[in-house]
């Protein structure tokens, strides 16, 4: 049995393989392979261990339908066509909870880093514009007490929630299709409508997975609902947000600013002017980039190729149907 890797992971992950008695081979080269070279390279082994960013998509999965397993390094599972896979029993592990301080270390990062202009107040000192100032100039303003709205507080918004309550003691609701009780009982959240949530936040992070129904969420129509004081936070996918309306709200002050991790497209085109706007900071999709979230994720994802090589149910399956269907 063996294992392809299409990125170089963290060692903790392939000391798992080793140990399992697992042979692979990994694509160390830093450049994404294209489909019709993962396919060749996929099409020699039994299981899938990806941390890139290509569709894993239908002519994928039908030219590799022979993988026993296909194990994404990622909480998120958007890029797999996962009716296809199951179609051909073949099971999807992802990586959900190690990363999740992480992932609401971001958000959090990014809501202060907005809040005070950080980046924008940064690139000035590199471009020698750190001189004469008024005590009015660059004003940001204070999180606390402020109003977090979730949307999709599963367990990122949770641990968020949790830091903004203790660090600024912000009230906090959300909107979910079912109610997070933890959320409730512990921090006295308040599950709230999808206007209500887009009308009172001070600050909106979006967490919520990529689907059809919320590609394209937060388009014109909701910032112009938005408080003209508030801040939208994007720390899921880009797509999740239309990104031609956020630059059109901030321009014309529907909202006061934006922080990104995700963007659309990404890599984000250096000339977007998001990067020019002093109430905006924008990252480069690191949620989950700390050692401890990666070695976590690479642990999981190997534990999951481990088990789906000897038969047995993965640790965290994004298709558990998979199971009630006959075994190949
Ligand atoms: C995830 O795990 O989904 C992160 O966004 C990294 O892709």
């Known amino acids: 049995m063996t294992v392809f890797i299409d990125r170089i992971i963290p060692q903790v992950g392939l000391d798992l393989l080793d140990e399992a008695g697992l ?10 392979l294209d489909l019709q070279e993962l396919i060749e390279r996929c099409q020699h082994h039994d299981a899938l ?19 026993k397993v296909i194990s994404l390094l990622s909480v998120g599972y958007d890029r797999v066509d996962v009716q296809t896979a199951t179609k051909w029993k073949i099971p999807i592990g992802n990586t959900p ?16 880093a907005v809040s005070r202009k950080a980046l924008y107040l ?3 000192i590199v471009k020698g514009e750190w001189g004469f100032s008024q005590p009015t100039d660059d004003l940001g303003f204070s999180l606390q ?31 979910n299709r079912s109610h997070n009780e933890q959320a409730e009982q512990t921090l006295g959240a308040q599950k709230v409508s999808f206007d209500d949530l887009v009308q009172r936040s001070d600050v909106l992070v979006a967490f919520s997975s990529l689907t059809p129904e919320t590609k394209d969420k937060f388009n014109k129509e909701i910032f112009t609902k938005m408080k003209p004081s508030a801040i939208f936070i994007n720390a899921s996918r880009g797509a999740v947000h239309n990104e031609t309306d956020l ?26 002017p998001l990067l020019n ?5 924008v990252f480069p999709h690191i949620g989950s980039n700390t050692i401890e979230a990666r070695n976590g994720m690479a642990s999981i ?10 038969e047995q149910p993965l640790l965290h399956i994004v298709n558990p149907e998979v199971y009630q269907q006959h075994q190949r």
């Not at 042979?23 to 994404?32: G, I, L, M, N």
């Not at 261990?49 to 993988?67: E, R, V, Y």
């Not at 994802?301 to 000897?310: F, G, H, S, T, Y």
Request: charged share 20%; hydrophobic share 45%.
């Open 122 to 124: 940064h690139k000035k």
């Open 277 to 281: 706007m002093a109430n905006v900071a």
């Open 301 to 310: 994802a190997a534990r999951n190729v481990i088990a789906a090589l000897n």
């Open 97 to 112: 909870d190690v990363l999740s301080e992480a992932t609401a270390d971001t958000a959090f990062l990014l809501m202060l």
């Open 23 to 32: 042979a692979y081979e990994q694509h160390t080269e830093p450049r994404e």
């Open 247 to 272: 630059i059109e709200a901030l321009e014309k002050g529907m909202i006061w600013g934006a922080g990104l991790d995700v963007t659309n497209p990404e890599p984000m085109q250096t000339d977007n």
């Open 145 to 175: 007490g402020k109003t977090l709205g979730v949307f999709g507080l599963g367990n990122i918004g949770y641990v968020l929630a949790k830091k903004a309550k203790a660090a600024f003691d912000m009230p906090i609701i959300y909107h």
């Open 49 to 67: 261990l990806t941390a890139g960013s290509l569709p894993i998509n239908k002519d994928f999965i039908q030219a590799c339908k022979q993988l």
